[in-house]
Nanobody
Framework: QVQVVESGGGLAQAGGSLTLSCAAS????????MGWYRQAPGKQRELVAT???????NYADSVKGRFTISRDNAKNTVYLQMNSLKPDDTAVYYC?????????WGQGTQVTVSS
């Protein structure tokens, strides 16, 4: 059974930074595509950033230049470094692991950015 668990959310001021982490269980991490998604109140869940097993990254236009996704295969962990935070970044952030056998979501971590 593969699971992913997010951590690192919290409260930040506008212009500040937070780093989210997502740890995966099992032996599938290194071959999996990892992604961060977010869902704000009353809105649909949206893609924030993804990173493939080959470390190709993709970002939503709204976070380009501010957020950085990275992975550490030795630790089975993916990170989301969030800089220059804005109140519009307030949301529950979810981690997702996908490969040919699994499509697994975490339980989410709340990020709140105050103005």
């Amino acid at each position: 059974q593969v699971q992913v668990v997010e951590s690192g959310g919290g409260l930040a001021q506008a212009g500040g930074s937070l780093t989210l982490s997502c740890a995966a269980s099992g032996n599938w991490f290194s071959i999996s595509k990892m992604g961060w998604y977010r869902q704000a109140p009353g809105k649909q869940r949206e893609l924030v950033a993804t990173i493939t097993s080959g470390r190709t990254t993709n970002y939503a236009d709204s976070v380009k230049g501010r957020f950085t996704i990275s992975r550490d295969n030795a630790k089975n962990t993916v990170y989301l470094q969030m800089n220059s935070l804005k109140p519009d970044d307030t949301a529950v952030y979810y981690c997702r692991l996908t490969n040919s056998l699994y499509d697994v979501w975490g339980q989410g971590t709340q990020v709140t950015v105050s103005s």
